[in-house]
């Protein structure tokens, strides 16, 4: 049973951490962007960037960027899951045949 616990534990991070990591990303990379807009040589390079990713977003969310970056998000936290699974599976296989 320790092996299944420590299965579904890691599955569970590492679904977490994949889910946080696009929004960490995406909301670092705004700040960024609008921080920078008020740099007076950088003002006319950084002011439409920010425009183009919520745009970028609301393609993915139907409109909406919020709903997006969650799609984005879901998106990550699935295949870091499936990756997860396949290295569990992996360590198994190669466990057996050692």
């Known amino acids: 049973m320790s092996i299944?616990?420590?299965f579904l534990r890691s599955l569970v991070l590492?679904?977490?951490?994949?889910f946080i990591a696009p929004m960490?990303?995406?909301?670092?990379m705004l700040v960024c962007f609008c921080l920078s807009s008020f740099v007076p040589g950088l003002q006319g390079l950084t002011e439409d960037i920010p425009s183009?990713?919520?745009h970028f977003l609301a393609t993915f969310g139907?409109?909406?960027?919020?709903?997006?970056?969650?799609?984005?998000?879901?998106t990550c936290a699935f295949v870091g899951?499936?990756?997860?699974i396949y290295a569990y599976y992996r360590y198994q296989i190669l466990r057996l045949d050692s």
């Not at 590492?14 to 994949?18: C, E, H, I, Q």
């Not at 960490?24 to 670092?28: A, D, E, K, N, Y």
């Not at 899951?81 to 997860?84: N, V, Y």
């Open 4 to 6: 299944f616990t420590n």
């Open 14 to 18: 590492t679904t977490v951490f994949s």
């Open 24 to 28: 960490f990303l995406v909301g670092v």
């Open 52 to 54: 183009q990713i919520l």
């Open 62 to 74: 139907t409109g909406s960027p919020i709903n997006g970056l969650f799609v984005i998000s879901l």
């Open 81 to 84: 899951g499936l990756f997860d």
